[in-house]
């Protein structure tokens, strides 16, 4: 705690998780050359960002639910003060410092907004999913003990927050819109309240919270300090030759605004402050619009997202044709997907830059990619099943047996851990699952891969969703390339029986199955087809397929072949 916070009666009302947690590296510097973060503390973020470049523009798809009649085109220095009003409501509602503030509204930058207005006064955010059940969300909400929740209508209705569940859940609810309902505050009430001076939180404190995927179940409620995000920060900060980000980018950013991501693209943007398109909703026809005005130089979303961007890649108005670096970051990209984006330029040599990250531990390998690099139509195995390599002098890799923990020789199949500054804190509310990932210093990521020869890491499956003697990913990427007209493709494991493969074609046409035959020819033997509409799918804020949500609700009762003992 800080020195004002340390007495005994203030540390008595601080939940336990904010004060017991496991330790995390704090790096300085990748290299005595590198160029580090401006800042990772969310609470300055916005204003360090208008210091340095004021008037550079950040735009967004849609006005802010926080301020619905402003502007959509605002320059740093304008989303700053924004930050300041926001801090003013929360004060005025009665958030104080180390105070959890629940942000659980509608995608847009303003989740990044009001957490960063929530950290200004000292008090920790906890950016949760939009598209999240009932169970989902009282469950975290009652891990984060009492926090105060800021919201909307729409989850209000869709999360089952009826006034009994709100009366033991959380401290005060606050919507973003208006509503009919007494027993919550609306912005309304609190506009016009002057911000507090700032109070945030030390370095080494926690400082915000923002949870997993959730493939697999309720997601888990991940703890970072300023410094486990800055060191996370650094790889983005660096100058790296080609694909590093500058000052004189457009960039179009696609990510969740709830997600971990958004916490060290922060800390990137304050410290290069680039033009920023900010987009909420992808599959919006603002998007597109924004995207031609704009012409981004660099593009960033989420892997299953630049999968529904392939027509708009493909159209006539050329949005990509100024991009120089696509990144993804989260999961493995498909290599029909890396070709299609890298051919939608007019760049004479542009980057595709995969990043393997996670919530927990950032970015763990990256790899750039070339147009040769992807030029077959689908080879087995996919290029891009090989992840990348860690970065040297910042991280280290292993496989270990999933039953000993002892690390397994190059080229054999292991879970994946690393080993890097910027470790989570905690897992709140479910710290034991924190500890069973963490072997000293190592963070097993739950995820079955092979070293190979070179130090790159060839990621294999999920431990949960793995295939004997194949690959769900290398699957899924062969089958999406050789036929073009699938707009998804998902090879569940079910115990007892041939991998499932699940597909959604464009325009919801019929599968011709003698492409089929002839895609699935050298593959392993696979169950018979089950076509879906692509919006029939499960999928998670991060567009994630909910794996196990999908085998339930093709086979109820049916079970996976991994144990999900690391998930």
């Known amino acids: ?40 503390r969310l609470g300055e973020t916005w204003h360090v960002a208008a210091e340095r470049a004021g008037g550079q523009r950040v735009i967004v798809d849609r006005p802010a639910d926080i301020d619905p009649t402003g502007a959509t085109d605002r320059d740093y220095a304008g989303w700053a003060e924004l930050v300041e009003e926001a801090a003013g409501w929360l004060h005025a509602a009665g958030v104080r410092p180390w105070d959890r503030v629940a942000i659980l509204k509608s995608n847009h930058l303003d989740v990044a907004i009001l957490g960063c207005a929530a950290a200004r006064i000292g008090a920790i955010p906890a950016t949760l999913a939009w ?57 309304d009430d609190l506009r016009g309240a002057s911000p507090p001076l700032p109070r945030l939180r030390a370095m080494a404190e ?42 004189n980018d457009t960039v179009a950013y696609c990510d969740p605004f709830c997600h971990q991501r958004m916490a060290t693209a922060l800390a990137a943007m304050a410290t290069l402050t680039p033009r920023m398109l900010m987009l909420s909703e992808p599959q919006s026809p603002q998007v597109k619009k924004l995207l031609v005005e704009n012409r981004p130089t ?28 696509y990144i993804n970051s989260f999961d493995a990209i498909h290599t029909r997907t890396i070709r299609t984006f890298l051919d939608a330029t007019d760049r004479r040599m542009p980057l595709w830059v995969q990043s393997w990250s996670q919530t927990e531990a950032g970015a763990i390998v990256i790899r750039p990619y070339l147009r040769r690099s992807v030029r077959r139509v689908g080879h087995r195995p996919p290029p891009t099943q090989v992840l990348g390599w860690p970065i040297p002098g910042l991280c280290r890799i292993r496989a270990v047996d999933p039953d000993t923990g002892r690390p397994v020789p190059r ?57 004997p003697g194949a690959s769900a990913i290398e699957l899924e ?91």
């Open 206 to 247: 926690p400082m915000v919270i923002t949870h997993t995927s959730g493939t697999t179940g309720i997601p888990k409620l991940v703890l970072h300090s300023a410094e486990s995000i800055y060191s996370l920060a650094l790889v983005e900060a660096e100058r790296w030759p080609l694909f590093g980000l500058r000052s």
């Open 411 to 467: 080229g054999q199949v292991g879970l994946i851990e690393v080993s890097q500054p910027g470790r989570s804190l905690a897992y709140v509310g479910e710290q034991d699952r924190h500890d069973l990932k963490r072997n000293g210093w190592w963070w097993n990521t739950g995820d079955l891969g092979v070293i190979n020869r070179f130090g790159a890491v060839r990621v294999v499956d999920r431990e949960i969703d793995r295939i």
């Open 131 to 187: 598209t999240h059940t009932p169970e989902f969300a009282h469950a975290m909400l009652a891990r984060l003990d009492q926090p105060y929740l800021v919201t909307d209508a729409a989850q209000l209705k869709s999360c089952g927050l009826t006034r009994d569940v709100l009366s033991t859940l959380v401290k005060a609810t606050i919507t973003v819109d208006a509503t009919d309902r007494p027993d919550v505050l609306t912005l």
């Open 298 to 325: 660099v593009v960033e979303t989420l892997p299953n997202i630049y999968l529904a961007w392939e027509a708009l890649a493909r159209s006539p108005e050329r949005p990509f044709r100024d991009t120089r670096v």
């Open 477 to 567: 990427d062969v089958l999406l390339d050789r036929l073009p007209e699938t707009t998804e493709v998902v090879v569940l494991a079910v115990a007892g029986a041939n991998p499932v493969p699940v597909l959604s074609i464009a325009d919801d046409a019929p599968l011709d199955r003698t492409a089929w035959a002839r895609a699935t020819a050298d593959l392993p033997p696979l169950a018979e087809p089950i076509q879906l509409r692509w919006d029939e799918f499960p999928r998670t804020a991060t567009w994630k397929i909910r794996r196990v949500q999908l085998r339930e609700q093709l086979f109820a009762g049916s079970q996976a072949i991994g144990v999900g003992r690391w998930t």
């Open 1 to 40: 705690m800080s020195e004002t916070d340390s007495s005994p009666t203030a540390r008595s009302a601080v939940p336990a998780f904010l004060f017991s947690y496991a330790p995390t590296r704090y790096r300085r510097r990748m290299t005595p050359f590198s160029r580090v973060p401006a800042t990772a």
